[in-house]
């Protein structure tokens, strides 16, 4: 593979993209609801490959499958345990969607707010989305810079790969807010599942088949084939790592706020059903290429390395190769736009409007749109620094987030929930997660995530029960709920 | 939630908890690919079955 086909790829993507981008546009993107819900109007299909690709950044390749050449099968459990946990739409995201259109919300945090009858409720969640989330964003920044460099020996620059990605993310969402963020995901999602399932199938072929692929890691690698195996995969390793992902259809407000979006109930049931079909084939996809990684080269020094060289062997047609790669950049931009997107609409309908009262929706989007590249910016200079604290809480933000889901909960199912519970466990428990990364604590053998959900369930339980709930607005809601539900089921 | 909801609750959180124990307990010393690779591919499979019927009366 040589740096110009590279070049040639990364080209020839971006002018797809942004003439995808361009089509998308529709209507005039004039108000809140327009240009960050797409007017709650979108189809199912392209509501689920744009979740697919919001979800799925370039950790899939990269990541999971070096987890699966480190650790073996258990990354298979990891990530299928994730996509289990995706159920939890089919619980909350009729919920979601009915009240965003009854209230008219654009935020999940907007919701919490509403719902606890409090602004601070939402003020405080935003930020706590913008401080996990800005930095996740500034390391797939870095994973398209390292990615590129390592791709061409240093001929493209850590540096030019990041200043890429960042512009690529900011166009993408300029051009018309979510609607070509939508379609330029869906042509990512596409493009990606076809051709990685491509690479895996030839892999396996390459490797004389699956049953003779099985064959050659139960005699090289057995332990790979099993859990703990070699000692990678322990219970409480595994427990840490899943629990965060479980609720990650909850937490992040990136993927939360899909669920306002899709024009009916069945759009929103395409989403779901054709995210859980996509995510468990690009899962198997991912894992075999990295137990393929194990079998073409078992002796890697990193894991990392296992994408990589897998990509430039002689199983995989240079083109193919490159065609991959590109989809692999592309995926983390197709997470870092959407995220860009949300985290400038939590800003301008949570944040500012606290500041600016009475502000108009008008003045909230032109906020909204102004925040889009200031984030971006932040995000590549993180990116660029490469700070140890932003790596942290990079990591933490599966955790961090987590803090969040027991007010979620209580939004739809407990009314004696309270602004006080949210803000305790919220800011007490995302700072106690905080702490525990920086130090690389882990009290009683569990990670973050586990002390997150289990600290902010308590203080929110406890703290709620101390205080006094807001009766008329949570019977309000739930009631409403209620008669919403019972109109489209 | 309405009564089938918390059944689909139930079942769906039964095949997790599933999920966590089978692979640790029973399949440690299967190293093959019909072990914990397939134990997790199928509960997942049915998982995603479990949703389509939730989801089946949406409109």
New interface residues.
Partial sequence: MTTSMVWWGIIIYILIALFIAYLSRSGKQTNMGSYFLGDRKMGGIVSALSYSATTYSAFMLVGLAGLTYNGG??A??FE??Y???V?LV??FG?RFWVVGKKYGYITPSEMLGDRYNNKNVALVVSITSCIFLIPYSAVQLSGVGYLLQGMTNNEISYSTGVIIATVVAIVFSYIAGIRSVAWTDSLQAVFMIITSTVVVLMLVHSLGG?SEF?GSI?TTK???????GNGFWS?AT??GM?IPW?FFSLSNPQVSQRLYMPA???S??IM??GF??FG?IY??VAVIWGFSAVVMFPNLEKADLATPMVLSSEAVPPILGVIVMVGIMAAAISTIDSILLTLSSLFARDVYSQFRKNSTDEMQLRVGKIVIPIIAILAYLFAELELDLIAVLSVASSAGLLVVVPSIIGTF?WKRGTAAGVLSSVIISGVIVIVLELFKLKPLGLTSGVWGISLSTVLFVVVSLMTKAPEEKANEFLNNVKIELNK?? | MKSNELKWALAILLIIMLAYILPYTMLTDVAKWYGSFLIWTVLACIVIGINFFLTKDWK
């Fill in positions: 099968v258990g298979l459990g299928l345990i996509l289990m946990g159920s089919a619980f009729p699956f099985f139960e057995p332990e790979h084939l099993s859990v703990p219970f595994f427990l899943t479980f009916s109930l069945k929103l049931r779901l059903m859980m079909i468990l899962t198997l199912f489209f089921k």
